[in-house]
């Protein structure tokens, strides 16, 4: 049984009242990707789960694809996108340097009363968006708060790097999150964590202040994604154990009481062998990377939007999302749906 964590009581609970997500139509197979790079769809399937992944076309980008996800989200919560108060999109693939990626999805909501922020933590981007706007609406400086994961890595991504490549796919997902004065519901607890010194793990080093547009790149490759993907496979495993157990001390919980984790999408082995340590049975993790590959932050609110429409799980059932990423960062959010 859930009990409230001590000194935890504020005036309001965040609860979600709403999820949506999109993905791009065009979709790039495992045979696709071994028409382009040395690599089977045996061993793509083998090392990751992955079948195939969402890619934008060149007139798709973040800010379409979050706008898409949060009309679903908002409609599903049944508000006027003019009641929003704040628009957070965790993304680090931004439609532009600036303005954010927030003001372009306010402008094509018409949420004209919202203000809102880009959240720059990799695949973490979600889980710690949704902890920010979770205390803005605790505190009852606002009602209504939109949060999205949205990125298209595919834009950053070295399509003949056959060790990145066959990794990521784009996609946007979002929820809707209200004020609820009932202590029944809503986000219970929040665990973060960071790494800067392995931020050469996982990068994109240019075009930012260090290697500007205009300056000749030390290689070309800096324009794309690294990854030292076998430096941080153990790491993953080990910070999303860690993560949900301090979520489920911190709750005094016990694994039988989470109905579902939702863990970011970076790898299906990773998911299996957490879940493996954290004595979850199959039925209680959700996988979804054989259809999308690692969306970065936009796979945790794609994978709950789709738990949701599944009946996997509903109002009153207690999840928790587990998000691992470049940063190095990590994080998880409990919630009582
Ligand atoms: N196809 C065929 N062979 C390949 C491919 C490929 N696409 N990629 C690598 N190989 C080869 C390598 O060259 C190597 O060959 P060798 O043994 O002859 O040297 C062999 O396969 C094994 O390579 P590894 O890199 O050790 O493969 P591994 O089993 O570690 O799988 C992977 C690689 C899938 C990247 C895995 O390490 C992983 O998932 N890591 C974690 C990723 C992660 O945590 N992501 C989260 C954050 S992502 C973000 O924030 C944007």
């Known amino acids: 049984m859930y009990k409230p964590i001590e000194g935890k ?6 609860i979600i009242t709403g999820t949506g997500s999109y993905v791009p139509q065009k979709t790039l197979t495992n045979e696709d990707l071994a028409e382009l790079v040395d690599t089977s769809d045996e061993w793509i399937t083998s090392r990751t789960g992955i079948k195939s992944r969402h890619i934008c076309t060149d007139e798709e980008s973040t800010a379409l694809l979050a706008t898409n996800a949060a009309r679903q989200a908002i409609e599903r919560a049944g508000i006027d996108p003019k009641e929003l108060d704040l628009i957070l999109v965790g993304t680090v693939t931004p439609e532009m340097i600036f303005p954010s990626t927030a003001c372009f999805v306010q402008h094509e909501l018409g949420a004209t009363h919202a ?9 973490s981007g979600f889980v710690y968006s949704l902890a920010t706007a979770q205390q803005f609406i605790e505190t009852g400086l606002i009602k ?3 949060v999205i994961g949205a990125d298209t890595l595919s834009k950053i991504t070295d399509w003949t790097d056959r060790a990145s490549a066959i990794l990521f796919g784009d996609g946007a997902g979002a929820v809707v999150l209200e004020q609820y004065e009932g202590k029944d519901r809503g986000i219970l607890y929040n665990t973060m964590g960071a790494d800067g010194s392995a931020w050469q793990s996982l990068n ?5 202040s260090r290697h500007p547009v205009g300056r000749e790149l030390e290689s070309p490759s800096m324009k794309y994604i690294s990854i030292q993907g ?5 790491q993953a495993v080990r910070m999303i154990v860690e993560s949900v157990h301090k979520c489920l001390d911190a709750c005094h919980l016990k694994a039988d009481d ?3 984790l939702v863990s970011h999408q970076m790898n299906a082995r990773i998911i299996e062998s957490a879940a493996k340590r954290l004595h979850l049975p199959d039925e209680k993790i959700f996988v ?6 690692n969306t970065s932050a936009a796979s945790i609110p794609i994978a709950l939007n789709e738990c949701i429409e599944a009946g996997k799980v509903g109002q009153g059932d207690l999840v928790i999302f587990v998000a691992f990423g470049g940063g190095l960062t ?4 409990v919630i009582r749906l």
Request: charged share 20%; net charge neutral; proline share 2%.
């Open 9 to 14: 009581e504020l005036p309001y609970r965040a």
């Open 115 to 123: 203000w809102g922020y880009d959240i720059s933590a990799a695949c």
């Open 144 to 146: 209504r708060a939109l």
């Open 204 to 208: 994109c080093q240019a075009y930012g």
């Open 230 to 234: 076998r430096d941080i496979y153990q």
């Open 258 to 260: 989470v109905k579902m």
């Open 288 to 293: 979804n990377i054989q259809e999308y590959g």
């Open 330 to 333: 990590w994080g998880a959010n």
